[in-house]
């Protein structure tokens, strides 16, 4: 179906029980031992990014709540009249857009 799809590779993986007699026992005792050290640090990692990620959402949450905060009040002091009044005051022009 499709042509430029890659050809499948004839290695296949194949796992079984090793004998401590072994030569390669030392071997793979140790390349064990490294997956789980890259595996107990990429979960530190992840964790790092999450509280990272959290910070970052709490901070961007206050921000949006702030920036609410202000165009409420811009609202309400057009709503009321008081943006009129001063501009009738100060003797300003403003656009209504």
């Known amino acids: 179906m ?3 799809r890659p050809k499948k590779h004839q ?3 194949v796992c079984r029980w090793m004998d401590p007699s072994h030569q390669n026992f030392e071997l793979a005792k140790k390349i064990k031992g490294l ?5 107990a640090e990429a979960q530190y990692i992840m964790e790092l ?12 949450s206050e921000t949006l709540k702030t920036n609410y905060k202000k165009y409420e ?17 100060y003797g300003m022009t ?4």
């Not at 997956?35 to 595996?39: L, Q, S, V």
């Open 11 to 13: 290695r296949t993986i």
């Open 2 to 4: 499709f042509e430029d």
């Open 49 to 60: 990014q999450l509280e990272e990620e959290e910070k970052l959402h709490k901070q961007q």
């Open 35 to 39: 997956t789980k050290k890259h595996a």
């Open 94 to 97: 403003l656009n209504d857009h």
């Open 73 to 89: 009040l811009i609202d309400g002091a057009q709503a009321d009249g008081n943006v009129k009044r001063l501009k009738a005051e």
